[in-house]
């Protein structure tokens, strides 16, 4: 006959002192693992909204970033021109040969130096790329020195204000607008005119990179194919969404096992913990589990009882290190892990999925953190019990 979970609520409720510290202790370990996760989420949730699926980035082989890629001209030329570029309203191919580069720039927050990513883009980036939208002022002019900025790294970057004038490359650029990107990386960067760029940032004849729209998304094999087999062109074509998430890998692999590491080493602790918070409600129980056995109940009663218990407890740590740490959710940073090394800023976003995994966490460190106390309470003799007390 099992013992009813009142029974388990009202003994928690009786130690509240004790069942406190081990709540708190949970609890603790559940924030810092959903912290944790959040950050990994938004992060790789960043670079993901970055791109089309239907799109590809056509990049030199083996490079590991835009910054190191090359794509000539002339190779541009021919691309563009294949039967597999959709073609936009004015006729002419879909498609965003793109220069990049990388300027050091103040943080608002500490005066400190930071990489941010300045791309020189055509006024065909906008029906190439999805999802930009002018939040404040316009776009820039091809030809002039203008040039628009992400919002989120317009947040972070000192003097990244509408209609102030910034110095790129020995050259005074005016900041003409402020767009988004759906909270993609794009949001992290600074754009202007390529044409115009080309020359400051010294790279004529050619383009880091190439973003093409394809016209069918199932094309993009054989579109990859293609380019690789020419002898004259070192380049290839990549998912454009796929290219950036892969830009992720470094960053969210440190972070996974940052989340590993830590979670095991404090949850190590928390079911020591737990483990000595039963271990003690044990021994001060020691007769009423003799007067339970006297009464009929049987042992694997008093185990799951006790387990039971632990359990409670720990979901009560979880729920409230959920809580706690609920307030980061859309919290604003940036890491500057990436291949080209410049800053993307991103949000931490705390989804069901990372609420649910930080409560199995916190069931699992109840069930191993009571078990062997319940083992304990459970094998007590009747009679010896009884006798303690």
């Not at 003097?159 to 005074?172: E, M, S, V």
């Amino acid at each position: 006959m099992p013992l009813p979970i009142s029974y388990n609520v009202r003994n928690v409720r009786t130690r509240w002192q004790v069942s406190l510290l081990a709540v708190i202790g949970i609890g603790l370990v559940v924030t810092v693992f959903v912290a944790l996760m959040a950050m990994r989420t938004g992060f790789t949730l960043a670079l993901r909204a970055t791109g089309e699926p239907g799109n590809a980035m056509v990049v030199q082989r083996g490079s590991a970033s835009e910054l190191t890629s090359w794509v000539p001209l002339d190779h541009r030329n021919k691309i563009v021109v294949d039967q597999r570029v959709a073609v936009g309203s004015n006729g002419r191919p879909l498609a965003s040969p793109e220069i990049v580069v990388v300027g050091a720039m103040p943080r608002r927050s500490d005066h400190l130096p930071t990489n941010v990513t300045i791309r020189g883009v055509t006024p065909s980036a906008f029906e190439v790329r999805g999802g930009i939208e002018i939040k404040e002022g316009r776009t820039f002019q091809p030809g002039l020195d203008e040039v628009i900025v992400g919002k989120r790294i317009a947040d972070r970057i000192q003097g990244l204000d509408l209609g102030a004038t910034i110095p790129i490359q020995r050259h005074n650029w005016k900041i003409v607008g402020i767009f988004t990107s759906r909270g993609g990386a794009f949001e992290s960067e600074i754009w202007g005119d390529l044409d115009t760029m080309a020359g400051p940032f010294r790279r004529q004849g050619g383009s880091n990179s190439l973003a093409v729209r394809l016209k069918d998304a199932s094309t993009l094999e054989s579109f990859d194919r293609w380019i690789r087999d020419d002898p004259e062109m070192q380049l290839q074509a990549v998912q454009e969404r796929k290219y950036y998430e892969d830009q992720a890998g470094g960053l969210s692999a440190t972070l996974l096992f940052l989340v590993g590491f830590v979670s095991l080493t404090m949850g190590v602790g928390a079911v020591f913990g737990a483990m000595n918070t039963m271990y003690a409600i044990v021994a001060a129980r020691t007769r009423e589990i003799g007067t339970l056995r006297a009464l009929g109940f049987s042992r694997r009663s008093i185990l799951f009882s006790f387990v039971m218990e632990s359990v409670i407890l720990a979901l009560a740590g979880g729920l409230f290190g959920c809580l706690l740490a609920f307030p980061i959710n859309g919290f604003s940073t940036a890491s500057g892990q990436t291949p080209s090394f410049s800053e993307v800023a991103f949000a931490f976003q705390i989804t069901p999925d990372i609420l649910a995994r930080g409560l199995v966490f916190a069931t699992a460190m109840g069930f191993f953190g009571g078990l062997l106390p319940a083992l304990r309470g459970a094998k007590l003799p009747i009679t010896s019990a009884l006798r303690e007390a």
